[in-house]
């Protein structure tokens, strides 16, 4: 089992700068593909970046392209995405989630998954 904690969170104003964290434990090996997804406010959960573990290859949705960065620490326990320039419609629970295969999949192929952490951007 994988176990991922999201951390970093919080109320901003726009155009602010913001990194979160997401820490994996447990039975990390062979995990390649470390994704964020979010959910908005009456919204649908969205991809917004992933990154590939074995290169650091990285695929970004257009909404966050050139505005949001995911990078990693040097081993698998950590990922960071680091976001920039946010915007109100930014506003969203983000969720990292994990799984062995790195490919364009939806969240529910996902069977690792971190509780969430609350970013709230305001105009």
């Known amino acids: 089992q994988v176990q991922l904690a999201e951390s970093g969170g919080r109320s901003v104003q726009a155009g602010a700068s913001l990194r979160l964290s997401c820490e994996a434990s447990?039975?990390?090996?062979?995990?390649?593909?470390m994704v964020w997804f979010r959910q908005g406010p009456g919204k649908e959960r969205e991809f917004v970046g992933r990154m590939r573990w074995s290169d650091g290859g990285t695929s970004y949705a257009d909404s966050v392209k050139g505005r949001f960065t995911i990078s990693r620490a040097g081993t698998l326990q950590r990922v960071f995405l680091q976001m920039n320039d946010l915007k109100p419609e930014d506003t969203a629970i983000y969720y990292c989630?994990?799984?062995?295969?790195?490919?364009?999949?939806?969240?529910?192929?996902?069977?690792?998954w971190g509780q969430g952490t609350r970013v709230t951007v305001s105009s």
């Open positions: 989630a994990a799984r062995d295969v790195y490919s364009d999949l939806p969240g529910n192929e996902y069977p690792y």
């Open positions: 447990g039975s990390t090996f062979g995990i390649n593909a």
